[in-house]
T-cell receptor, first 115, second 112 residues
Framework: DAGVIQSPRHEVTEMGQEVTLRCKPI?????LFWYRQTMMRGLELLIY????????DSGMPEDRFSAKMPNASFSTLKIQPSEPRDSAVYFC?????????????FGDGTRLSIL | GDSVTQMEGPVTLSEEACLTI???????????LFWYVQYPGEGLQLLLK?????DKGSNKGFEATYRKETTSFHLEKGSVQVSDSAVYFCALKPPGNNDMRFGAGTRLTVKP
């Protein structure tokens, strides 16, 4: 079975540019999570969706960050404009909602570098 | 709020040494508990889990027991290998919630 698929795996861009990260959750999973991982701050939950609806976006750092889930099989995390301090690894994870003992399944992440 | 606290690293061991990484939790009710492992350049992978008190999760020689009386879920392995070098995360899923709370991670390096 395919796991959580993220693209791109690596992104290098100049500050001020728009960055879009993509995620395809595991089929049948209706909860989706976006995380950011840095050495300084560890793993941070940015936002999560249940059934395509954002439930908790309190972790989104600023208005420059936005996330959408237009359908059950696709989500995007967008940064506009990007800044060097946004450099991090961004992970997407999914889990089946309503099965409270089930773990989250993580993608391999997008390593983002803002110059 | 619900949270986990895990042993700060880094931890460096010689091959075949015993490993314990401590994890304690704070939660109302009975959360589910998990250990994840992250190898370099990869995402987090589920290592093991336990969903109720006294449950023991095990996988790849690793074990952790859900201890309600001490609110702990320590990760143990009797004999580590170089290939176990990774970052280990303790996590909990509060009852009635769909999100997870992760610890800060503990980096383990095993030397030949």
């Amino acid at each position: 079975d395919a796991g959580v698929i993220q693209s791109p795996r690596h992104e290098v861009t100049e500050m001020g540019q728009e960055v879009t990260l993509r995620c395809k959750p595991i089929s049948g999973h209706n909860s989706l999570f976006w995380y950011r991982q840095t050495m300084m701050r560890g793993l941070e939950l940015l936002i999560y969706f249940n059934n395509n609806v954002p439930i908790d976006d309190s972790g989104m750092p600023e208005d420059r960050f936005s996330a959408k889930m237009p359908n059950a099989s696709f989500s995007t995390l967008k940064i506009q404009p990007s800044e060097p301090r946004d450099s991090a690894v961004y992970f997407c994870a999914s889990s089946p909602q309503g099965q409270l003992n089930q773990p989250q399944h993580f993608g391999d992440g997008t390593r983002l570098s803002i110059l | 709020g619900d949270s986990v606290t895990q042993m700060e690293g880094p931890v460096t061991l010689s091959e075949e040494a015993c490993l314990t990484i401590n994890c304690t939790y704070t939660a109302t009710g009975y959360p589910s508990l998990f250990w994840y492992v992250q190898y370099p350049g990869e995402g987090l992978q589920l290592l093991l889990k336990a969903t109720k008190a006294d449950d023991k999760g095990s996988n790849k020689g690793f074990e952790a027991t859900y201890r309600k009386e001490t609110t702990s879920f320590h990760l143990e392995k009797g004999s580590v290998q170089v290939s176990d070098s990774a970052v280990y995360f303790c996590a909990l899923k509060p009852p009635g919630n769909n999100d997870m709370r992760f610890g800060a991670g503990t980096r383990l390096t095993v030397k030949p």
